[in-house]
């Protein structure tokens, strides 16, 4: 076996500011950028064409194991992550049990370790089981081998003023964040839809945009009285992106995201009853969607976050009020993103790498993940098509949830191969076998000095 | 008409054309045999999620009455969770031959669901779902007011029929006042629908709870005052919807008490009517809280006709959906 066993040299990527090059990598990290490097005894990679995207960061995703393995696992959403371009996730804490302790949290990282097709850290719960009432630990989950830094109860919102106050103040002490799901549970019993003319209409009971607004508007005046980092998951009203832009220049220390179907899809699809469109928050007007695209674009709403929501197929195959909420979204990010914002001139591709890399891994505080492509950084990357426009199938999908609201829509680009740490998780649009993506995650820890998982 | 999802999708053709059907059916209720043989070998399923004995004993009634073979299929308590799921049970169905399928489900939409998951082949007739729509209410009340206004059917000591004005008939000029919880109503929104296609002027009032949002889109005028409404519109229908206690936990009201003094029809107000104004009721009614005993027993009450008629708009509607195309009476 060379010594180059494990390198590999991309021909012809352009960067994300226009610049053509080749990359070479080697140990794990981007050892050369230029023209006609050479490619002795490494793996050539024609990328013609394509772009070079740092590899994405998710600050939301459900991964769903422990507890609901036939929804998802931390091997199979991770899989679906890589098949999108992404090389790390944040993976939410509602599973069962919940992520409220360290050893569920050491559990989860573990399983991302060993799967190796992205980098997982967990988000440790705000309450114990996602309750409400009392604080999860913490700090124990701060100091973990998982390193927890983003806390959430995401699926419930933390409504209790008081819980919200403590939170924030805790986390400070390690230079944590609280995500909060915004959603005021009293205004939204039994809601599956936008609360709208067209709500009334179908007879579907209402989630008023108020609902969100308001525990934002709560929230960034808590995170300025105690002086606290705040973000806000899955912003979907005109009227959030509004008090974030109060909050913001304020000086408030606020982030928040958006989901990808939020800058795409709009309340009018909900008219057919057809499962695959309830989500939470739910889908609302087309004016929302504008504001939403608009606050991405200036900078009011920081990142792009998935939500991605695996559900076994007969969670959808049903009536709507007994349907689940979520939709997967992992896979089809970035042709969601490039389809809403970037085809029409908002975004650039240097700010889709700020909102689905940079930024996020800096709100997660995560190293290693996030900047941008130069010599010595660690090769986290993904080889983007953005020209190829076709409609969007199950084959596309690597996890193990097929609630894709974009199923026979057509979408511009394809991620054509993903890197993780130096290794490939994806090639020719096809996510590597399980066995070599782990294979190539022991060595690369090897390789690292670090100790490989047990 | 492949199924009767909602009101919203019928033009006022189509929705005149059920009520003339329907007016035929009438008339054979009151031959000495009371029953077609049009849908003999057809199988209906009454499928209900939810209890509902009147309207489940009208639809089999009217299946009866063609001559179709019933099986009454209760699921209530079934779910995704516990029990059998939708699909489970439409799949059965299908197997078993059901060429049409009445659904009550608690779940707004589910009929629509039904219709296009291709999980069945029959008909679907939305018998009520959710607080989405119930349409066969709807064409049951505009048929008796179409009925009361322009007469139906008469038939004389020795047999012979003398047809009424009513048949081909719309509701042009007709005012419609419907009060309660609109919010709720699958009777509000598919009345909503069929009687403004048909021309009806039509007012809604309620507490402004129970009042959906958006309400400005919908072909309607919204009043919260029940006095106002009868003072201002001086409607020829005041329709009435069953309130429920329960709402008062959900602060949509304070108590039933004060729901009554304001939005009920009491004594008072009826007497204010126009003298040939209807008052209707789908019932079951809750007498002394949205409507008095007086009213509902007064001659300006349709409640005993429209459960007469339900059948007859029943029966018009699944021979509309289940015999061949083209076939005549
Ligand atoms: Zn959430």
Redesign the pocket.
């Known amino acids: 076996m060379s010594a180059h066993e494990h390198d590999y040299v991309i021909r012809g990527a352009s960067l994300v500011d226009g610049e053509r090059t080749d990359i070479r990598i080697a140990d794990g990290r981007i050892a050369e950028l230029g023209t006609a490097l050479s490619a002795a005894g490494a793996t050539a990679i024609d990328a013609d064409g394509l772009l070079a995207l740092p590899g994405l960061v998710d600050l939301h995703v459900h991964l769903r194991e422990p507890g609901f393995e036939q929804s998802e696992t931390v091997l199979t959403g991770t899989r679906a992550a890589a098949a999108g371009g992404f090389t790390a996730v944040f993976a939410m804490a509602n599973t069962s049990p919940v992520a409220d302790t360290a050893g569920v949290v050491e559990q989860v990282e573990a399983l991302g370790r060993r799967a190796g097709y992205a980098t997982v850290r967990p988000i440790g719960a705000v309450s114990v089981g996602l309750a409400g009432e009392r604080l999860a630990e913490l700090g124990a989950m701060a100091t973990s081998r998982a390193g927890v830094r983003v806390f959430s109860d995401?699926?419930h919102c933390v409504s209790d003023a008081l819980l919200m106050r403590r939170a924030l103040e805790y986390v400070k002490s390690f230079d944590g964040v609280i995500a909060q799901?915004a959603q005021e549970p009293r205004l939204t019993i039994g809601a599956s839809m936008n609360e709208s003319a067209l709500s009334g209409e179908l007879g579907i009971p209402g989630w008023p945009a108020v609902a969100e607004e308001s525990i934002i508007a709560r929230d960034v005046l808590l995170a300025e009285h105690v002086g606290s980092r705040l973000h806000i998951?899955?912003v979907s009203t005109a009227g959030s992106v509004e008090v974030l832009r109060w909050a913001k220049a304020r000086g408030i220390d606020v982030t928040a995201e958006v989901t990808p179907h939020h800058l795409l899809l709009t309340e009018d699809l909900v008219a057919g009853y057809d499962a695959r469109y309830k989500v939470?928050p739910p889908l609302r007007s087309s004016e929302d969607v504008l504001a939403l695209r608009a606050g991405l674009a200036d900078g009011t709403i920081d990142i792009v976050a998935t939500?991605h929501a695996p559900h076994p197929a007969e969670a959808k195959d049903c009536e709507w009020g007994a349907a689940a909420f979520g939709m997967v979204g992992l896979e089809s990010a970035l042709s969601v993103v490039q389809a809403a914002v970037v085809d029409s001139g908002q975004l650039d591709w240097a700010d889709v790498a700020r909102v689905l890399s940079y930024t996020p891994a800096r709100i997660g505080r995560l190293s290693g993940h996030g900047v941008p492509l130069a010599v010595g950084a660690p090769a986290n990357l993904a080889l983007y098509d953005p020209t190829a426009s076709r409609p969007f199938d199950v084959s596309r999908l690597a996890g193990k949830g097929t609630n894709s609201p974009y199923l026979d829509r057509t979408l511009p680009g394809s991620v054509r191969a993903t890197f993780h740490r130096g290794y490939p998780t994806v090639l020719n649009a096809t996510p590597l076998a399980e066995e070599t993506v782990s294979a190539s995650a022991e060595h690369a820890d090897r390789a690292a000095g670090t100790r490989g998982t047990e | 008409m492949r199924h009767l999802l909602s009101t919203r999708d019928l033009s006022r053709d189509e929705a005149i054309h059920v009520l003339d059907v329907a007016e035929n059916m009438a008339d054979v209720a009151t031959r000495e045999v009371k029953k077609l043989p049009t849908l003999r070998g057809r199988t209906v399923v009454n499928l209900f999620f939810e209890d509902s004995t009147r309207t489940r004993i009208s639809f089999e009634a009217a299946a009866k009455r063609l001559s179709a073979d019933v099986i009454n299929f209760s699921a209530k308590g079934s779910s995704v969770s516990k029990g059998e799921s939708l699909k489970d049970t439409a799949q059965t169905l299908e197997a078993m031959g059901a060429d049409g399928v009445v659904l009550r489900h608690p779940a707004s939409g589910a009929p629509h669901v039904l219709a296009e998951s291709g999980w069945i082949d029959a008909a679907i007739v939305n018998a009520g779902d959710g607080t989405h729509e119930h349409p066969t209410q709807a064409l049951l009340d505009a048929f008796t007011i179409r009925r009361r206004l322009h007469g139906g059917t008469q038939r004389s000591s020795d047999g012979a029929a003398a047809h009424g004005t009513a048949r081909g008939r719309d509701l042009d000029g007709v005012s419609v006042v419907i009060v309660g919880d609109i919010l709720h109503s699958r009777v509000a929104r598919s009345n909503v629908w069929l009687l403004t296609t048909l021309g009806a002027a039509v007012t809604l009032v309620a507490p402004p709870t129970l009042v959906p949002i958006g309400i400005d889109t919908w072909p309607v005028d919204v009043c919260f005052s029940l006095d106002e409404a009868i003072d201002t519109v001086r409607p020829d229908v005041v329709m009435m919807l069953r309130i429920q206690a329960e709402r008062m936990s959900a602060a949509f009201f304070p108590n039933t008490r004060e729901y009554g003094r304001v939005w009920g029809l009491d004594d008072a107000r009826t007497a204010r009517l126009a003298p040939d104004s209807m008052v209707m009721h789908p019932g079951p009614m809750n007498r002394g809280l949205e409507i008095s005993a007086a009213a509902a027993d007064s001659a300006r009450s349709t409640v005993l006709e429209q459960v007469a008629n339900g059948v007859s708009v029943r029966m018009a509607v699944l021979y509309l959906l289940l015999a061949g195309q083209g076939e005549g009476l």
Request: aromatic share 0%; glycine share 14%; proline share 0%.
């Open positions: 995401d699926g799901h998951c899955h939470n939500d």
